[in-house]
């Protein structure tokens, strides 16, 4: 018998085998589900855009009406007011985000370049020459005492706001900026003033408010509230005769930048205002086209009134918002709902049930059809096969763990089997050598008519010898069954370990007081008592001595030693036999387990002694350990923790 006998059973091929058989299904099985349901989904979207399609021509005509209707409401606008109120009224009714207006010639109107210079006509007194003169010298001062005494003897109230705002400039200029302030804030309230305008058109007052507000450096200067309440009434004036369009972006935009109180530098038109502008800007010949039409300007569409007289202009935001507004108040059963999307918008028609273009005055933009939940597109699809993966992964883990715990049972299963199949033949081939030997003994005795006392003597003796073996054989075969059936218990109690040594030399027999055999016992007469089952410790002291005997070919010399060390009892069987090669070492300790030498076969035995000896040591604690070499013999030694 050599080599392992019980782990024959390769478990992980099967267990790989087990795993392919629960992957594969679960795949195929989560792919089907997947087809059946995406088939069944299209199946009933199919279904859903048929019975939609009208829904959505009614969508197509309702749009159509709306923006039309717009253009219509901004003429009607027009008729009702004209230039710079006319901006005012479309951008804060909301009809645009901006609008370009036009008279009934087709004129501009506004935002218009600054006007015509009105006063161009109006001659300057030759006192305004002479100050023009001191201000090219750089005598400011004087510039404004010649100003203020213009100012104070003109009866114009234009010449006098002219004169004014020079002073202010030269006494800014003289470094008195205090003055200049306190010129401003004195004159914002005098009757003609407001509403007096530059040699460009500009409103003078206005001008001198932003000049005023400037100069004020300090914040809590009580002055600076007042005036810009001015500067904001000003600006946000849209009457007849106030400020040029040029002259309002610009002020508005130094105000904002000023850090004035922001009730007074919120201006609902300031976006407007400023989109107007850069259109005016982009596009010089504005195109009345009344359809939708993309701007020079990005993100911006233009669309003119039939009459001519309004161009709005509309961010695409503001046109998807404003359709998406009239699409969701048109009946639609729950879960689904009309989208608008501009040109090379973000709704992919692959996504939605239905689709449609749409025509003038919205060319270019598209509707879409889709259930609620596909809005973004994709989050659908992501969340199913997370599911998928979920349910797939869940299905994989518990499949998974009912095959490993069916492994772990036949691999049971199968190991007790082998271990049966074992045991039954060890014991018939351990038994039928002993019986042998006894058999002929005992045959030879009773054939010899007369018996010789001596050859009897010693042919009794040889039969005790093979009963003894016979003996030792049965206990450890019992042992293992128990062990292996988990019937194996210590009866633990105190002991002296020198008893332990005594009894195992008394339990190893004869064979080793034999003139061929040399035992060695020293016991340390001091040892500490141990706590052990003293039976069992025998045994593993006998399985001990008994490999070492039949280890040792020829003369044997054996000792058997037990001593102290670090809060332990050490027992140690040395013998100067075979020895065990360092990688038979952990070997040799399993069960069924021979190393392969001839030895094995002609000493008898089955590989279970040392798994007995190591249930036992660890029984109680402890630990076995082997050293020694190859062809020179080896050690075993066994520590048992002593009584504490
Ligand atoms: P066996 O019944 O074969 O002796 P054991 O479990 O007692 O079974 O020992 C297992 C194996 O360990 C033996 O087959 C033998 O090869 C090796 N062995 C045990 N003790 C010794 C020893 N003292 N010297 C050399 N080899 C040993």
């Known amino acids: 018998m050599s080599g392992e006998m019980g782990h ?111 006063a161009r006509d109006k001659p300057r007194p030759p006192e305004w020459r002479e100050a023009e003169r001191s201000e090219e010298r750089g005598r400011s001062a004087e510039a404004a005492r010649i100003y203020e005494e213009i100012a104070r003897s003109a009866v114009d109230p234009d010449l006098r706001a002219r004169a004014w705002q020079a002073q202010a400039r030269s006494l800014v200029r003289a470094g008195d900026g205090e003055a200049a302030v306190q010129l401003i804030v004195e004159r914002l309230e005098t009757p003609g003033y407001r509403a007096a305008r530059d040699w460009q058109g500009r ?14 450096k300090n914040p809590s200067d009580r002055r600076r509230l007042p005036v810009a309440r001015h500067l904001f009434r000003s ?164 499949m998974s763990v009912a095959a490993l715990v069916a492994a772990g049972l036949l691999q049971r299963r199968l190991r007790l089997a082998q271990l049966r199949t074992d045991l039954v033949a060890s014991v018939s081939h351990e038994l039928r050598t002993p019986l042998a030997s006894v058999r002929v003994l005992v045959d030879t005795l009773l054939s010899d008519t007369a018996l010789d006392p001596g050859k009897t003597r010693e042919y009794l003796a040889l039969i005790a010898a093979e009963n003894a073996r016979l003996g030792r054989l049965i206990e450890n075969f019992l042992a293992f069954s128990r062990i292996e059936r988990r019937k194996y218990s210590l009866e633990l109690a105190s002991v002296e370990p020198g008893a332990i040594v005594a009894d195992a030399v008394e339990a190893a027999g004869e064979r080793f007081r034999a003139p061929d055999c040399v035992l060695e016992v020293a016991a340390d007469p001091h040892l500490p008592r141990i706590w052990a089952d003293s039976g069992a410790m025998v045994t593993v002291l006998v399985n001990l001595l008994d490999n070492a005997y039949k280890y040792s070919p020829g003369e044997k010399r054996i000792a058997l030693r037990a001593c102290s060390r670090n809060g332990a009892v050490c027992f140690e069987v040395e013998d100067h036999g075979v020895g065990i090669a360092p990688r038979e070492r952990r070997r040799i300790f399993r069960k069924f387990y021979q190393a392969d030498n001839r030895l094995s076969r002609s000493g008898g035995g089955c590989g279970l002694g040392l798994s007995i000896v190591e249930h036992i040591v660890r029984g109680h604690g402890g630990r076995t350990e082997v050293r020694g070499e190859l062809g020179k013999g080896s050690v075993f030694t066994v520590t048992v923790p002593a009584e504490s």
């Open 8 to 118: 024959t059973w390769r478990v992980w091929p099967v267990l790989l085998l087990l795993l392919l058989a629960v992957l594969l299904p679960t795949l195929g099985l989560l792919w089907f589900m997947n087809e059946a349901i995406n088939s069944q989904r299209r199946a009933a979207e199919q279904e859903i855009a048929e019975a939609y399609r009208g829904q959505m021509s009614l969508a197509r005509d309702g749009l159509k009406g709306v923006w039309e209707q717009s253009g219509i409401a901004l003429d009607q606008a027009a008729r009702e007011r004209s230039g710079a109120a006319l901006f005012e009224h479309c951008v804060r009714s909301g009809l645009a985000d901006a609008v370009i207006c036009f008279g009934e010639k087709g004129e501009l109107t506004y935002p218009a370049a600054p006007a015509v210079p009105v």
């Open 203 to 216: 409103l003078i007052s206005a001008d001198a408010a932003l000049l005023a507000l400037q100069l004020m």
């Open 235 to 398: 600006l946000t004036d849209y009457r007849a005769g106030s400020l040029p369009a040029g002259q309002r972006l610009f002020l508005m935009r130094e105000v904002r930048a000023l850090g004035v109180p922001p009730e007074f530098a919120g201006f609902p038109t300031y976006e407007a205002e400023q989109l107007a502008a850069r259109f005016m800007e982009a596009e010089s010949k504005p195109v009345l086209d009344p359809d939708l039409r993309r701007t020079s300007l990005p993100d911006v569409w233009s669309q003119a009134s039939p009459n001519g007289r309004v161009l709005a202009l509309l961010r695409t935001q503001t046109v998807v918002s404003r359709s998406q507004m009239f699409l969701d108040r048109q009946m639609l059963s729950s879960g689904l709902r009309i989208l608008i999307s501009p040109p090379g918008g973000q709704v992919a028609t692959a996504n939605a049930l239905l689709s449609a273009a749409l025509a003038s005055p919205l060319s270019g933009f598209s509707l879409a059809l889709v259930t609620e939940n596909q809005r973004s597109p994709g989050e659908l699809s992501r969340r199913r096969t997370q599911v998928y993966v979920w349910v797939g992964f869940l299905m994989i883990v518990a």
